[in-house]
């Protein structure tokens, strides 16, 4: 497919209506989330919740029941529309501009290969092209990747993009040099921390609620930590609430560090230029 074709299927793809049946799913969303956290789960009890909710509101029972069934059997489907929607919306409710962290880890490290899991609509894939970074981003939802990729074309950008859930991305081993998870969970850590080329970081910025107490350190205590930071500050997304955020940048040691840790003094056996990077 030539460039300009795949551009055009692309836009396509963006432009195509959102799913009509799923339209209930984004006012269920922001109620379920909005519930005090011990009401969140289990998932059926969140569904008699809302079931009770709709009937007192006078929804029909044949309409409680579609819904229902959306929830307990396309719950994936229903979140990639929710995040199409919210991404390519024409008063956007997140921050459009890269994030803040990730510009400030940029400034002091050379270009290389990066991995933007979970992307969205792109701000961060975008930022780090532009910053000369052969950049790669995937997400599920296919509008939002479709529209970082109009956006890199317009910009005369190269990103390389995938539709996927991170359970289905071939991260690879010792690929990277930078893994960003910008407002997305981290769903296996041992894959990220195998994806890592020695020397390379992991950059996380996320609400502190998705973890228990210093989970994102444990998740990652395989890396060495080079800034943590847990503090309430604006979101860039939930609203743009102020509420508690960490951020991680976390480096994979080269093999050199890691043998300088273990070998504490050099011989003739082992010279200290042996161990230079
Ligand atoms: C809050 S948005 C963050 C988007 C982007 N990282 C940013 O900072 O602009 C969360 C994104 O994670 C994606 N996502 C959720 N679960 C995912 C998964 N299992 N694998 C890959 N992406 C996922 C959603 O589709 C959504 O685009």
Redesign the pocket.
Known sequence: MTRRVAVFALTAVLLAAQIPSFNFYPEFRRWWFALPAEQRRPLDAVIDRYQQRLGSEGVSADEIARRVNLIRTRRQEL??DF?DR??TTDKPE??TAP?SFLVSVLDHRRPGRAL?????????TLYLAKQGWDVSG????AK?VALAEKRANELGLKIHTQV????D?DFGHEQWDLI??????V?DSARIVSALRPGGVLVF?GPEAWFPPNGLLKDFAALRVVHYEDKVRQA??FERKEIPVVRLLAEKQSRVALLRRYVPACSTRLPCSSLRP
């Open positions: 979140e990639n995040w919210y991404f997140f921050n994030n933007d899991v979970g992307m969205g609509e792109g701000r961060n995937f997400d599920p939802a939002a996927a859930l991170d359970k991305f960003l998870l910008s407002w997305m969970p769903n910025e860039d997304f």
